[in-house]
């Protein structure tokens, strides 16, 4: 079972730029493929960015050219670069693994971090 620790989250302008860490523990990193994920009170947590084990990635639309998801794993550690933060992108991000890429996709990973928490406010 993978542990995995979320960092890199904070209060940043309209505008501005933050990069999420992940630190994965417990098991082979590589083999898993992993998700960052977002959720506002009162809403269904949402996908949005994933990275597949062979390093293949995807993004949901209002990320596309501003997010950058990638993963070092001689580090253990899965990032994701957001720049040009708007106001909506205010949420609780987690990151997520599974040996199976599908269950990444369908936002059902068996291993979820904690959560680190980005505010996008003047």
């Known amino acids: 079972q993978v542990q995995l620790v979320e960092s890199g989250g904070g209060l940043v302008q309209p505008g501005g730029s933050l990069r999420l860490s992940c630190v994965a523990s417990g098991t082979s990193f590589e083999i898993y493929a992993m998700g960052w994920y977002r959720q506002v009170p009162g809403k269904q947590r949402e996908l949005v960015a994933h990275i597949t084990n062979g390093d293949k990635t995807g993004y949901r639309d209002s990320a596309k050219g501003r997010f950058t998801i990638s993963r070092d794993n001689a580090k253990n550690t899965l990032y994701l670069q957001m720049n040009n933060l708007k106001p909506e992108d205010t949420a609780a991000y987690y990151c997520?693994?599974?040996?199976?890429?599908?269950?990444?996709?369908?936002?059902?990973?068996?291993?979820w971090g904690q959560g680190t928490q980005v505010v996008v406010s003047r």
């Open positions: 997520g693994a599974d040996r199976s890429f599908s269950l990444v996709l369908r936002g059902a990973p068996n291993a």
